[in-house]
Every structure is written in structure tokens, then in C-alpha cells.
């Protein structure tokens, strides 16, 4: 198959395919004599994969990892487990963070009246008190 096939069959771009295999994620397809890509069927196989791993939150190291789990054939559900469960720990930790991080602005932003100059919003001026707090209490 072609890449622009591949890209197709698979839902995803021709300039992820050849990003995905400069990141070792796809393994380089073989070469046509007129020098095209000649991707095997497995490739959009490989992709769909990444796609579904990206969307649901997987880093390229992670998504590497679980190919690999993936085309071993001694590899066990308790290794794909120990990923997932990773994973949402530090989807976990990200939400409470976006959470504490979604109050502090909130405060701030009720905090301003939206009216008068830049310089007398009191948003900004948190900012910079916040800096100047901290470079104080060191």
C-alpha cells in the first residue's frame, strides 16, 4: 500500500505516518523500485492503534511501550494493566492540578472589576505580588 492509502485506511495524516516512524513507532516500510513506501496492511493496523492510544491520553514512550507489549508474544494483560493504571494515576494528579490551578484564577478573576486602566488591575498585580512574595520569603 501507498502512504496516501495508509493515511486514509488509517484516519490519520501522511506527515504523522512519517512522523510515527522517525519515532520508531512504525517500522519503515519497505521501498517500491520507483521509490514509493510500500506499507503492509498491518501498518494501519499500527496506526489506528496509536490513534485510539493518543486519544486516550498515552505519551509516544507509552504508546511505544504498549506496541511492544502488543507484538510480544510472552507478554501478559498484567503488563498492559500496570500502564493503564499509570496512566490514570497521572491523569488524576493532572486534573487536580488543572482544579487547583482553575480556583486560583477564579479567585483572582472575581477579584477584578473589569473597568480602569491595565495597570490598576488587580489580576496583574496578583501576578506580580505572588513573584515578588515568594523572591521575599526565600
Known amino acids: 500500500m501507498k502512504i496516501g492509502e495508509v493515511a486514509k485506511a488509517a484516519g490519520v495524516g501522511i506527515d504523522a505516518i512519517r512522523f510515527y516512524e522517525r519515532e520508531g513507532l512504525l517500522p519503515k516500510p519497505a521501498r517500491q523500485p520507483s521509490g514509493y513506501r510500500d506499507y503492509a496492511p ?3 493496523l499500527d496506526l489506528r492503534f496509536i490513534k485510539r492510544a493518543k486519544e486516550l491520553g498515552f505519551s509516544l514512550r507509552e504508546i511505544f511501550e504498549l ?4 507484538r510480544e508474544p510472552d507478554a501478559t494483560a498484567r503488563d498492559v494493566k500496570r500502564l493503564a493504571e499509570e496512566k490514570l494515576a497521572d491523569l488524576e494528579d493532572k486534573i487536580r492540578s488543572l482544579r487547583r490551578m482553575k480556583r486560583a484564577l477564579r479567585d483572582v478573576a472575581d477579584r477584578c472589576p473589569g473597568r480602569g ?3 490598576d488591575c488587580s489580576i496583574l498585580r496578583s ?8 523572591r521575599t520569603r526565600k
Not at 506496541?67 to 502488543?70: G, V
Not at 501576578?127 to 515568594?134: M, Q, T
Open 67 to 70: 506496541l511492544s507489549i502488543n
Open 127 to 134: 501576578l506580580v505580588d505572588d513573584r515578588s512574595n515568594r
Open 117 to 119: 486602566p491595565a495597570s
Open 42 to 44: 498491518e501498518a494501519v
